[in-house]
């Protein structure tokens, strides 16, 4: 009996292989004419008639698809275009669709100068019956008049006003991007199918959506075929249906034996084949590959086929090169997502953009999992107004009706930090309708957790669970209580308390105690290679795109404040700068991770980001045209490995003889297993100090594995802490390094220059007392050729008439180091304007322009330069470690003097404009100083933000420094 049903399967096969075809695809991509309508006056004047666009004389070719700042420079407003298509006779009588993959954003489709229909959304497809409309035998002429969002040119138009629109940052990504074809088919049609299956048995489940178009009951054939990996039929159905107009949904069932199931280590698919024939000819057929698989939340953990699943994701804004939304050619995107499986990333999140579906079946074939991101808002946009819930709901609809077929697709996430109370009113009615559309996902209302806090429904559930999505760019200064800020999210108050950080903040929204945590963006920045990348540009790039001028004009800015900011000295020449900051990045984003992992309630990340954008230019590990950003790439890399060894040093700045305090924290995405542990201490010429080991027992998730006090009466220097991992077999499956530092008493040599010392607490005076150090207090009247130490400034009269004499001084010959200014610092929620020239010093210490210097998803670092001050500490690079203790976020703005420490950094966005956060690209190149050298008569004054005062009594850098002042300054004055 198997034997003849095994035959009848293959040949109904082979039948359907055969079958007489009346679907037809046919492509209107290519050539088309369009008029830009600047002015919206094209209804008026009769464009979107035949006749009118016809006669307009300045109308020009456009390639479809594509976005509109290929041809026009930042156009947006209304265009309106026009093709010309040939129509068969033997069309006549069949169905006829025209359909478009995206369109933005509101589109009004004529044909044969009548109307066809409208449709209001910019990165979902949309189709219309056109059969009565269309000449048979003849030319047929569509036109299309297209709204784009509008943002910067103050239009409104069909009232829609400036930045109303639901839209994506990366491009304007105005007019018909995506493709345009035809579709003919018979009476019968296959209107939607939905595939979902079951991974504990191998079941697929399909619900067929055929439509009917006669007017009575029709008797139907319906064949579905799935075929494996290899085009081999494994499951067929073929059956008789009786159809009634319209719509009918008919629910099959299959059971796959030995089915495969998918995941990105066997990203296997199968292709379901959905025909409909009428009269022995096939009607219309759906073909779609799919995976059978199941993706869902088990006890605070993701669960891939019944699996846990430590979700490693990488940010995407999707943002390329040339052709902007959509991937410049097949070859780029598998690249992008082939370099983020290498580098040990499973999930891609596109971010506020459905991707392509060309790019959706690449993460299907190439075994990466995406989020299943909608168009609705990038925070505090689009403005709200009251069409924006109508917008909302038309982006959830077709999206999820769009993707839900998709097995990379493993969550929907609905919105992204919320402000509007419209857009949060929204939160739990989307994520019904979601539910309603797709009942196998997950679903996050918010990423972020700003409006409420995160909440996700499992599959086939419609009440939410509690969620921890935490946003967090920690900056450049991440120190062990940051660390430990990322380790403790969601911690419990007794957690807190007894691992001895009771009251440590940590990042995130609406958190609470117990609940699974998933770090949705994380990372910091830094720049592309801007030579490289515009030898690229020049040679395949369009001069019209905003990235295209943005490139060429960072790579000069970028050099000019280079030469401006005195930083030359560090970094000769710009590609030197490059490579600095990249490295920089790497670690960092390497210590985050390791930070991030080391929560037994992470479930998951995503690192900002995958690839470099537009206002995010700098978060990328690789740039835009998909090349890695060296140590970025490879350190990101190594924090992903399935196995991780993880050294934490409390204090890393360590008088001699205090003891350095060291853990070791194993995590394992398998199973327990025994390892040894090797600790090596290395000194600055390489040689090994100390080795210990130990044996230990790396469980499944997080272990603690060691927890030791290092000796160092005899240490003295800069060191290297290695740890080595390995398994029973004497693999490595495991390596990190960390650094440190140990001073000793020679290291912190008391100055024996006596100081004048003017503060308005006694900071410094019980420093300088507590290490011997001699001084006096300020009166005025002192010598020339003195130091003077300012500390801590009042802004009371009498202390400004002090400052104003020591000023005195420092004219006539004397150094007056002011380790404290005061000013106002630079707004970063409200638009500005900054560095148009060099800020003038004369009123310092007061009145100085401040600016938070600390980098989110862009390089905010300070660079040490050679001076005295840093004598026997690390200078020529950016603040390490080292320097976290003493480091400081706050700088002075591009002032006159002699930068000693600077940073070298742009604005996220153009003039930190909120409503600029957009494709125009980052904002303007600048330079900053937290520590400045300036000439006051025969004299000098020095300015600084670091904490010196703060740190002077616990870390010995700081220490280092104030001697090194005291020292060098108290010498070049006599």
Same mark, same amino acid.
């Given at each position: ?16 292989? *055969? ?51 290929? #041809?026009?420079? %930042? ?9 010309? #298509? ?23 489709? @004529? ?16 189709? *219309? ?22 943002? @910067? ?7 829609? =006003? ?18 345009? =074809? ?45 075929? !494996? ?22 629910? @099959? ?46 006890? +605070? ?7 846990? *699943? ?52 690449? /993460? ?149 105690? &117990? ?14 290679? $801007? ?5 690229? #540009? ?32 560090? $970094? ?33 990340? /995503?690192?900002?980001?995958?690839? %470099? ?123 990190? =390094?960390?650094? $440190? %530092? ?37 009166? &005025?009247?002192?010598? +020339? !050729? =003195? ?7 009042? %802004? ?73 001050? *840093? ?71 020095? @300015? ?31």
């Amino acid at each position: 009996m198997k034997y003849f049903y095994n035959k009848l399967v293959l040949f109904l096969f082979l039948m359907s292989a *055969f079958v007489v075809r009346a679907q037809e695809i046919t492509s209107l991509n290519g050539e088309w004419e369009i008029i830009f309508d600047d002015q919206n006056e094209g209804r008026e004047n009769g464009w979107n008639k035949i006749k009118g666009f016809n006669e307009f004389e300045l109308k020009e070719k456009i390639q479809v698809p594509s976005c509109w700042e290929n #041809f026009r420079e %930042d156009y947006e407003g209304v265009a309106i275009y026009k093709k010309d #298509f040939f129509v068969p006779k033997a069309w006549k009588g069949k169905n006829i669709s025209l359909q478009f993959e995206a369109v933005n954003y509101l589109s009004e489709v @004529y044909l044969n100068d009548e109307v066809v229909g409208y449709h209001k959304g910019g990165f979902t497809p949309f189709e *219309f019956r056109i059969n009565k409309t269309l000449k048979y035998g003849e030319n047929n002429t569509i036109i299309i008049r297209v709204v784009s969002p509008v943002l @910067y040119s103050g239009k409104v138009i069909d009232g829609l =006003q400036p930045h109303q629109t639901p839209m994506w940052r990366g491009a304007l990504t105005g007019g018909i991007w995506q493709d345009v =074809q035809l579709k003919v088919t018979d009476d019968y049609l296959v209107d939607d199918v939905f595939i979902t299956t079951d991974y504990t048995s191998s079941t697929v489940n399909t619900e067929v959506q055929i439509e009917n178009t006669a007017t009575e009951l029709r008797e139907v054939n319906v064949l579905i075929n799935i075929l !494996d990996k290899e085009g081999q039929l494994v499951k067929t159905k073929n059956e008789t249906k009786t159809l009634t107009p319209g719509k009918n949904t008919i629910d @099959y069932q299959f059971i796959i034996e030995n089915g495969e199931l998918w995941s990105p280590k066997n990203p296997y698919l199968y292709t379901l084949d959905v025909q409909v024939f009428k009269e022995g000819a096939l009607s219309d057929e759906f073909k779609f590959k799919f995976g059978i698989r199941e993706f869902t939340i088990k006890n +605070k953990k993701f669960y891939l086929n019944g699996e846990e *699943f430590f979700m490693k994701g990488g940010f995407f804004e999707g943002l390329y090169p040339t052709k902007l939304a959509y991937p410049d050619s097949e070859e780029m995107a598998r690249k992008e997502i082939q370099l983020a499986l290498d580098a040990g990333f499973n999930m891609i999140r596109p971010w506020r953009k459905p991707p392509p579906r060309k790019w959706l079946d690449l /993460c299907d074939e190439m075994g990466v999992l995406t989020i299943g991101s909608l168009a609705i808002e990038c925070m505090h946009r689009p403005i709200a107004s009251p069409m924006l819930p109508e917008m909302v709901e038309i982006e959830v609809r077709e999206s999820v009706l769009r993707d839900r077929n998709r097995t990379c697709v493993i969550q929907w996430e609905l919105f992204n930090e919320l402000w509007q109370p419209v857009l949060i009113e929204m939160l739990h009615p989307m994520a019904l309708l979601a539910r309603e559309l797709d009942p196998t996902r997950l679903i996050l209302d918010e990423s972020g957790g700003f409006a409420n806090g995160a909440n996700i429904y499992l599959p086939n559930e419609k009440v939410a669970i509690k969620f921890s999505d935490i946003h967090n760019y920690p900056g450049w200064i991440f120190d062990d209580k940051k660390f430990q800020g990322l380790n403790q999210v969601s911690w419990t108050k007794e957690e807190k308390k007894a691992a001895g950080y009771p009251k440590l903040h940590s990042p995130g929204k609406n958190n609470q105690a &117990g609940t699974m945590v998933f770090v949705s963006e994380i990372g910091y920045g830094s720049i592309p290679d $801007f030579t490289a990348n515009n030898r690229l #540009f020049k040679e395949k790039g369009n001069k019209r795109s905003p990235m295209y001028k943005e490139h060429l004009r960072l790579e000069q800015d970028f050099n000019t404040v280079l030469d401006l900011s005195g930083m030359r000295s560090v $970094f000769p020449t710009l590609n030197d700068l490059v490579v600095a900051q990249q490295n920089y990045h790497g670690r960092l984003n390497k210590r985050m991770l390791e930070a991030s992992r080391s929560n037994y309630l992470t479930a998951g990340y /995503c690192i900002h980001a995958l690839t %470099d954008g537009d206002w995010i230019l700098g978060g990328g590990i690789i740039d835009l045209w998909r090349n890695p950003k060296g140590q970025v790439y490879e350190m990101t890399k190594l924090a992903n490995q399935p196995q991780l060894v993880i050294s934490r040093i409390r204090t890393r700045n360590i008088v001699q003889h205090n003891p350095l305090d060291l853990k070791i924290i194993g995590v394992n995405e398998y199973k327990d297993e025994s390892v040894s542990i090797d600790i090596f201490v290395r000194d600055s010429n390489n040689n090994e100090i100390l080795h210990q080991s130990t044996k230990g027992n790396l469980t499944h998730g997080v272990s603690d594995l060691l927890k030791i006090q290092l000796e160092t009466k005899d240490l003295e220097g800069s060191y290297k802490l290695h740890t080595v991992m390995k398994n029973s077999r004497g693999e490595v499956i495991g390596k990190n =390094q960390e650094t $440190f %530092d140990v001073f000793s008493e020679a290291n912190l040599k008391i100055p024996t220059e006596k100081i004048v010392l003017l503060e308005a607490d006694n900071t410094f005076a019980k420093y300088f007392e507590l290490k011997g150090i001699s001084y006096e207090l300020f009166s &005025g009247k002192h010598k +020339k !050729d =003195q130091l003077i130490i300012v500390g801590k400034l009042s %802004d009371t009269a009498s202390f400004k008439e002090k400052v104003d004499q020591a000023k005195t001084l420092a004219k006539k010959g004397s150094t007056v180091f002011f380790t404290e200014v005061m000013g106002k610092k630079v707004n970063e929620r409200e638009p500005r304007e900054i560095f148009t020239s060099l800020q003038k010093t004369e009123g310092f210490p007061y009145d100085v322009q401040l600016i938070m210097a600390n980098g989110l998803w862009h390089n905010a670092a300070p660079i040490v330069t050679d001076h005295p001050i *840093f004598n026997e500490l690390p200078s020529n690079q950016f603040m390490g470690e080292d320097y976290y203790q003493v480091g400081t976020t706050t700088a002075i703005v591009a002032p006159e003097g002699k930068n000693i420490v600077g940073v070298i950094t742009h604005d996220r966005f153009p003039d930190q404009d909120h409503m600029k956060r957009n494709y125009k690209g980052v904002g303007k190149v600048y330079f900053n100083s937290e520590l400045l050298e300036t000439n006051v008569g025969k004299g000098k004054c020095i @300015y600084s933000t670091l904490k010196l005062n703060k740190s002077i009594h616990s870390d010995p850098v700081a220490q280092k420094i104030m001697n090194n002042i005291i020292m060098y300054y108290s010498k070049t004055m006599q």
